[in-house]
């Protein structure tokens, strides 16, 4: 982490949603190395501990393990928020899924409602939590993870592009609809090197990344950076904006 890094949130806390490792983890990472308070989320309690000691400790972080689509799980979270650090400032919606890959003319249509009721109405489930306990009132700042499969055709994760281009309207509505107090932006990233994309990129990760003319896949620290410009008032004059963070590839058609 560059040492050289500001105070951006100092005084500020923020909810990362599936966050103990991965994209969600290294978003949380850079908002405590600017002085924000963090509390994330994941399914499972171990790695979620290991995640809050990785970013300091209590004084730092707070986990609550629970499944994202949960709403009593969102309502804990934020309330504990605001009971631990005082406040919920801003809100990064991570939690994402893709149990399928193939021919979306073959997709399971439960699988399907479960990818939805995950990336599409659960972020939008705890944007509405975040906003009624404390954003309608002091105001804010929200990012949603979306994809760049959202923003183009992506064969074999069809419907999970599908999902998120929901995500990123999504994005769009509340952002028309929350200002001018609170911010709603996305990111479209391509292929991370995470757990979750092995798939896209496992064995192959050379050629794949040949098609970027950037010569690599993204790191999570390389989501994390710009989220937190989201977040930030750096970012004061932009809201329903989806920034795509792809290392050039969609220059070349690829996804």
């Known amino acids: 982490m560059d040492q050289n890094i500001g105070r951006r ?40 501990a290991e995640a809050v000691q990785a970013l300091g400790g209590p004084e730092h972080a707070l986990g609550v393990a629970g499944k994202g689509d949960d ?3 969102q309502a804990e979270v934020v309330a504990t928020t605001i009971e631990t650090f005082g ?36 972020a939008l489930a705890w944007t509405q939590q975040v906003h009624g306990a404390w954003m309608k009132e002091h105001g804010g700042s929200v990012v949603n993870v979306a994809s760049v499969a959202g923003l183009r055709p992506a064969p074999g994760i069809g419907f999970y592009g599908s999902s998120k281009a929901m995500l990123i309207h999504i994005t769009q509505e509340l952002a028309v609809e929350l200002g001018p107090d609170i911010r709603v932006n996305a990111v479209a990233p391509a292929v ?11 064995g192959k990760e050379e050629k794949v990344a040949a098609a970027y003319p950037l010569k690599r896949l993204g790191e999570p620290e390389d989501i994390g950076s710009v989220v937190a410009f989201l977040l930030s008032e750096d970012a004061a004059w932009m809201t329903g904006r989806v920034l795509t963070i792809d290392g050039g590839v969609t220059l070349t058609g690829g996804v």
């Open 71 to 73: 709403a009593d799980h």
């Open 87 to 122: 406040s919920a400032d801003l809100l990064v919606n991570n939690t994402g899924i893709n149990p399928v890959y193939g021919p979306m003319i073959d997709l399971d249509l439960a699988a399907a409602r479960k990818i939805v009721e995950v990336n599409c109405l659960s």
């Open 9 to 48: 949130f100092e005084g500020r806390t923020a909810i990362v949603t599936g966050a103990s490792r991965g994209i969600g983890f290294a978003i949380a990472e850079r908002l405590v190395a600017e002085g924000a308070k963090v509390v994330i989320t994941a399914r499972k309690p171990e790695p979620l």
């Open 192 to 202: 991370v090197k995470t757990k979750f994309a092995t798939e896209l990129y496992e």
